[in-house]
């Protein structure tokens, strides 16, 4: 009988799970992606706890504007571990208001608190509570989250880079 080999996300997080068995540090940082055509923009972000720490719940916050105002719209989230993908469940959500976005096997969650619609022209804030899993995976995540608004135009496009390492 031949044995198959584990699935790519599987194997990760069993060759990682030995991390909270020593101290890790997590870097994040965010860059804005869209396009000269969106209709917002991402301009600086923060985090609470600073450094984030493995175990705890972490709060970010994204700040930006718009040139137009939001009465409606859906966000776009896809999640790479060193380059493969990860999915998280839903993958869409309201633009508007609060959504919960679920790492696989049960590792964690993020509640995202975007838009309050209407949300006028002008500067806005968004912002995420994740759990961070105490047996957070090693490696360098990247997670996109693309919008579009009540017209299907682009919205935002926010690229967060996550790189959990040993001290």
């Known amino acids: 009988m031949q044995l198959l080999p584990p699935p790519p996300l599987l194997l990760l997080l069993l060759l990682s799970s030995f991390s909270c068995a020593r101290s890790i540090h997590i870097n994040h940082t965010w860059v804005d992606c869209s396009s000269p055509a969106s209709h917002g923009v991402f301009t600086s972000s ?3 706890p600073d450094p984030i720490v493995a175990g705890e719940n972490a709060t970010l916050s ?3 504007r718009l040139d137009k105002a ?3 719209g ?3 989230i896809s999640v790479t ?3 493969l993908p990860i999915p998280v469940q839903p993958s869409v959500f309201p633009a508007c ?3 919960v976005v679920h790492w696989p096997l049960g590792l964690g969650s993020i509640l995202y608190d975007a838009l309050a619609c209407p949300t006028p022209r002008g500067n806005f804030t968004l912002s995420e509570l994740v759990n961070v899993p105490v047996l957070a995976p090693l490696g360098n995540y990247a997670v996109q989250l693309q919008g579009v608004d009540q017209d299907g135009e682009e919205l935002l496009c926010v690229l ?4 959990i390492t040993l001290f």
Do not use: A, P, R, W
């Open 62 to 64: 994204g700040y930006g």
């Open 70 to 72: 939001v009465t409606d």
């Open 97 to 99: 208001g609060n959504s």
């Open 81 to 83: 571990v060193d380059g």
């Open 46 to 48: 923060s985090s609470f």
């Open 74 to 76: 859906q966000i776009t």
């Open 160 to 163: 967060s880079h996550i790189e």
